[in-house]
C-alpha cells in the first residue's frame, strides 16, 4: 500500500458520504454511467493520483475497503449535474448504496489541471485495480521451520503435531478477489490439489491490519534465521540468538494458530 501512498485501509466506508439512489436520481438531472476509457498506454500511479486528489475518501490518505472492491467496476459509478459546470460522482456498492465521490468540472480544464467526472471515474478505477492486484500476494509457511532448536523440549511440544507435514498459505481478505467466497474456495481447491500429497495446507484469510501483523512477525523470525552471527557466536552468545529464534518463532506460531481457528469459526 505504501507505493500507492495510502498510510492505512479502512475496513468500513471510511470518508465516504452515505446518499441514496432516490437522493441522487431526484436531485441530480441527467444521471448516467461514465464510458470506459480505454488506455492507449500504461499510464504511471503518479499521474492516476493527480486525477483524483479531489475525491472525498482519499483526503486523509486512507483507502477504504468498500471503495478498493467496488471502485473496480466502472458500471457502479453515476455522474449527476450538482450546480452550474459542476458534476458529482457517486459510486453504487454491492448493496445498492450510493456513496457521493465529489464534484468535478464538467468540462476538462488543462490549465487548472482539473478533471472531469469521467477521467476521475476512469482514474480512480485504474488506480483501484492495480492496488488490488499488487496486493494480492501471498506468503507460505512451511510448519517444519518453526519447530524449537532447543533440546529441552516440553512433552507438549514434543507431540505437537502443528509441525508434522503441514504448511500455511496466507492470502489477504481484503481486495475485491480476495474477498469473494467463490475464489477462496478455488483457492484452497488448487493449493490443495497442487500440494504434495502428504502435506496438509492450512489457510488463513487477513485484513489489512492481522496481515501488518504477520508480515513483522514473520520478518522478525526470518531474519534472526537467514543471520550467520549464530556460527560465529561464541557458545553462550549462540544459545542466547537459539533461545531469542524460537521465541519469536512460537511467536509466529501462536499468530497462524489463532488465524487459522479464526478461519474455521468464520466458515
Known amino acids: ?32 454511467s461514465p464510458p470506459l476509457e ?78 472531469t467526472a469521467t477521467e476521475v471515474a476512469n482514474s480512480l478505477r485504474q488506480l483501484l485495480l492495480a492496488i488490488n ?19 529441552a523440549m516440553s512433552p507438549t511440544e514434543q507431540v505437537d503435531d502443528f509441525y508434522s507435514f503441514k504448511i500455511s498459505v496466507i492470502f489477504p481478505s481484503w481486495t475485491a478477489r480476495c474477498s469473494n467466497r467463490e475464489f477462496q474456495n478455488l483457492a484452497r481447491e488448487t493449493l490443495r490439489l497442487n500440494a504434495p500429497a502428504h502435506i496438509m495446507p492450512e489457510f488463513c484469510w487477513l485484513n489489512f491490519a492481522d496481515m501488518k501483523e504477520f508480515e513483522r512477525l514473520y520478518a522478525a523470525w526470518w531474519k534472526l534465521k537467514s543471520s550467520r552471527d549464530g ?27 489463532e488465524h487459522h481457528e479464526k478461519r474455521q469459526t468464520e466458515e
Request: avoid cysteine; hydrophobic fraction near 35%; charged fraction near 35%.
Open 1 to 32: 500500500m505504501k507505493k500507492h501512498g495510502f498510510k492505512e485501509l479502512k475496513a468500513g466506508s471510511g470518508d465516504l458520504r452515505p446518499g441514496s439512489s432516490d437522493e441522487a436520481e431526484s436531485g441530480y438531472e441527467h444521471l448516467k
Open 133 to 151: 492486484r499488487d496486493s494480492e500476494g501471498l506468503h507460505i509457511v512451511e510448519h517444519l521451520l518453526l519447530r524449537p532448536r532447543t533440546p
Open 38 to 115: 480505454p488506455l492507449e498506454e500504461p499510464v504511471s500511479i503518479e499521474r492516476l493520483r493527480a486525477n483524483i486528489v479531489e475525491i472525498i475518501p482519499l483526503d486523509s490518505k486512507s483507502l477504504s475497503k468498500l471503495l478498493l472492491t467496488n471502485g473496480i467496476y466502472i458500471d457502479r459509478y453515476r455522474i449527476g449535474s450538482a450546480s452550474a459546470g459542476r458534476e458529482r460522482l457517486f459510486l453504487i456498492d454491492e448493496d445498492k448504496k450510493w456513496w457521493q465521490l465529489g464534484d468535478f468540472t464538467e468540462q476538462a480544464n488543462a490549465q487548472q489541471k482539473r478533471p
Open 231 to 257: 556460527a560465529r557466536a561464541d557458545f553462550d552468545r549462540r544459545a542466547e540468538l537459539v533461545r531469542d529464534l524460537d521465541n519469536k518463532a512460537r511467536q509466529l506460531k501462536d499468530f497462524l494458530i
